[in-house]
């Protein structure tokens, strides 16, 4: 049973404008794999200039293809956890709440959560990789890339690689929203990634509580007024319960 400080609970029973920006932290106890944890994590097996850059699928279309197919299986194969639900919850009773997530995997959605911005993209979704067409359906286990139905050029995943610009609406709503919050959560994230890791340090200059729930200590912890080292699923669900029963 964790203790949380009586000024949180009494901050949160208050608070009309809350927002909460995710990492892969929070999907890890949904059995996907996060991208910084030393053994497990995805970055320590595989190069991320090889599999998530715009030359890397320049390079080799069908090695990024397959890498990202794989990811699609794997997510569609997992289920949100209880920190997933408890963000819901949160949402169910804060007026202004606005969850931004690096995640690609589409749990937080699936969860129920709402007012969800999604800055990487989501990779249950396909586009072209020039004319940005959607792809309602595709063939994955093909020689080759699967192609445009309208300009026949490659299809891509729909999600934000290294050296790409972040969704410019979802981007400015995130920063918007970051100014306006009065408590900022930052879950299951190791914030090392710009620009989402900044829009912690945004809050905190505009003077909101910021919060950190996450397995280990960050760059953000010295800077959090509270922070939490443990698993979102069993933390989150706890705080929930603790300020609104
Ligand atoms: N509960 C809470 N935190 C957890 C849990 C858990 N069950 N399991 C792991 N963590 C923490 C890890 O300690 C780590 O600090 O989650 C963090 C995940 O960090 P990263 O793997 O770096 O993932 P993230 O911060 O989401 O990465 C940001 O980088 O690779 C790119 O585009 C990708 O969106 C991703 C971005």
Same mark, same amino acid.
């Given at each position: 049973m964790i203790n949380f400080p009586p000024e949180l609970i009494t901050y949160l029973k208050k608070a009309t404008r809350v927002v909460v920006l995710t990492g892969?932290?929070?999907s890890q %106890? @949904?059995?996907l794999s996060t991208f910084r944890d030393a053994q497990s994590g995805l970055w320590a097996q595989y190069r991320p200039e090889?599999?998530?850059?715009? +030359?890397a699928f320049a390079r080799d279309p069908k090695l990024v293809w397959d890498w990202y197919a794989h990811r699609r299986e794997s997510a569609k194969g997992a289920s949100p956890n209880l920190g997933h639900y408890a963000l819901v919850e949160m949402e169910n009773r804060i007026s202004e709440f606005t969850l931004i997530t690096q995640n690609v995997d589409g749990l937080h959605r699936i969860a129920g959560s709402k007012n969800i911005l999604e800055l990487h993209g989501n990779i249950l979704n396909v586009r072209c990789s020039e004319c940005g067409m959607f792809a309602d359906n595709w063939e994955?286990?093909? $020689? @080759?890339?699967? +192609?445009? %139905? &309208?300009c026949n050029a490659l299809l891509r995943p729909d999600v934000v690689w290294f050296e790409e610009s972040l969704p410019r609406e979802q981007l400015d709503a995130a920063v918007s929203a970051t100014r306006a919050c009065?408590?900022?959560f930052s879950i299951g994230t190791s914030g090392v990634v710009q620009p989402a890791a900044a829009l912690a340090h945004a809050a905190k200059a505009e003077?909101?509580?910021v919060v950190e729930v996450n397995a280990e200590p960050t760059?953000?912890?010295?800077r959090a007024d509270f922070a939490f080292h443990g &698993? @979102?699923? $069993?933390?989150?669900? %706890?705080?929930?319960k603790a300020v609104w029963g």
């Open positions: 892969a932290g929070v %106890e @949904s059995g090889d599999l998530a850059t715009p +030359r994955d286990d093909l $020689e @080759s890339v699967p +192609r445009c %139905e &309208k009065q408590i900022f003077g909101a509580v760059p953000l912890t010295a &698993k @979102s699923g $069993e933390i989150l669900p %706890e705080l929930v």
